[in-house]
């Protein structure tokens, strides 16, 4: 058993800051009070512990009071990403069994489902107390989240109270626990990356600044100001965070600890101006299957170990699947997902206590996690395995690139060869980045064409998504 989380934190530190936003502040008891109160009116419009409630709304206060009103009343939660189709918004509620759909407004959300309710219809509706748990199972469900389905129909995994638990005590362990933390919260919280920053909040007791989305300019204002000390990105947000201090010829304050950098390899170039601009950036490797981060860099190795994710966090454990030094990341720990839930339910996401990632990676002679790319997107061109993030990396080296994105394509000679998609900061020729790239890497691994396009599809965390690339590469032929 474990405490309730929120219960526990209140009266731990009833008067501490527990949420910004814009103007407005929320202390742990004010959190607690009003996410018993939104629980209460949910149990009045029939809502019960056990049931399993989808959520689709916008990252603001009224989001966080909801996902711990339903946790304080015992549900399970679905949370949805705003940026899908209803298509695929229909698919994950079916696929999930949700009993209720929250929204956070009826006009925005046009989704055909019977059991639907507003926040503001629920916001309403009288309270009808109930008793309030003060532990809670470990192996409780707390979050249902669907993996980003690049490649198929998306999972929908299961994440248990122990799992977010151990994944921010592993991060505690690491990053060590400040009195004055606060997170910058500019990523969504219906992905793992933005609700484990909810889960750190109770647990280490943390203030937590929420952004309703991510605007670079506003976040090197507010670290500017020395009110924030964590933030978490990922590669292209870092990119955007880095070019506007160089614009403005800024350097982040000492009182500016971490900036923790996910969802995917981080291309040197960006790493290595960050430092310049003293960015003190945490490469971290994590998935939804594991309630976020499995390794990350401690901020001594930064440098010596530029372009790793470091070691495992406390509780965690990886290997390498395979013969050779690169091959299958695999990781095992109590942060790890147990299952799925709809068509995947019957899948078993563990090998011998295993999970089995899907990405590629190596571990070096001192223990530390280098992540090449993933599996499925593995370039093979005349025999000889071929990386696009490595590709990538190298595209962005150039100062008039500003994004890149590789993928294969078919070649009746080689099997595939490498195309790349370039996003730029100024005028370049097809020719001009051929000739770079001929002194960067060898030949087979150089793209044989460019497109320039005014930006990248990326998904609501921000990942390339390779996919869409490849269908425009079919679409071309």
């Not at 629920?122 to 809670?136: P, S």
Request: negative net charge.
């Amino acid at each position: 058993m474990y405490p309730n989380l929120l219960k526990k934190r209140s009266s731990l530190t009833p008067n501490r800051v527990a949420l910004r936003f814009n103007e407005q502040a929320w202390t742990f008891e004010q959190l607690y009070n009003e996410a018993n109160e939104f629980a209460e009116k949910l149990h009045t419009k029939g809502i019960r512990s056990g049931m399993r409630i989808a959520i689709l709304a916008s990252s603001n206060p009224q989001l966080v009071i909801a996902i711990h009103g339903c946790m304080q009343l015992g549900c399970e939660l679905v949370m949805l990403n705003e940026r899908l189709t209803e298509e695929e918004l229909n698919f994950q509620i079916q696929d999930s069994h949700t009993d209720y759909l929250l929204v956070d407004s009826l006009e925005k959300r046009s989704l055909a489902y019977s059991h639907k309710l507003s926040f503001e219809e629920i916001n309403l509706a009288v309270q009808t107390t109930f008793k309030i748990e003060k532990d809670w199972f470990k192996n409780r469900t707390i979050t249902i989240m669907y993996t980003s389905g690049t490649t198929g129909n998306p999972k929908g995994v299961r994440q248990s109270l122990e799992n977010h638990v151990m994944n921010a005590m592993g991060s505690a362990v690491n990053l060590g626990i400040q009195p004055n933390d606060c997170w910058l919260c500019t990523v969504p919280l219906f992905h793992i990356s933005g609700f484990s920053i909810l889960m750190r909040s109770v647990v280490y007791g943390m203030t937590v600044n929420l952004h309703a989305k991510f605007d670079a300019e506003k976040a090197v204002e507010e670290i500017m100001s020395g009110t924030v000390t964590r933030m978490s990105v990922v590669a292209v947000t870092l990119e955007r965070i880095i070019s506007v201090l160089e614009a403005r010829n800024l350097f982040f304050p000492n009182t500016f600890q971490s900036m923790l950098v996910g969802g995917g390899p981080v291309p040197l170039n960006y790493l290595e101006r960050a430092i310049q601009r003293n960015i003190p950036v945490l490469q971290t490797y994590g998935m939804t299957e594991t309630a976020s981060q499995t390794t990350t860099l401690s901020s001594e190795d930064a440098i010596r170990k530029l372009g790793s994710a470091g070691k495992p966090l406390f509780f965690a454990d990886v290997r390498i699947d395979g013969e050779e030094k690169i091959g299958e990341i695999c990781i095992k720990g109590p942060h790890v997902t147990m299952g799925y839930v709809g068509a995947a339910e019957l899948k078993n996401p563990l090998v011998d206590g295993w999970l089995h990632t899907g990405d590629i990676g190596y571990i070096d002679e001192e223990g530390y996690l280098f992540v090449v790319d993933r599996r499925s997107d593995l370039i093979i061109s005349g025999g000889e395995n071929i990386y696009p993030a490595e590709i990538e990396q190298s595209l962005v080296k150039h100062p008039a690139v500003k994004e890149a994105g590789v993928v294969g394509k078919h070649d009746d000679k080689w099997g595939q060869v490498p195309v790349a998609f370039v996003v730029l900061k100024e005028d370049v020729s097809e020719e001009e980045l051929k000739a770079f790239m001929k002194t960067e890497m060898a030949s087979y691994k150089q793209p044989v064409s460019y497109y320039f396009v005014e930006q990248l599809p990326r998904n609501a965390s921000n990942k390339l998504m390779r996919r869409e690339l490849f269908n425009c590469v079919q679409e071309m032929k």
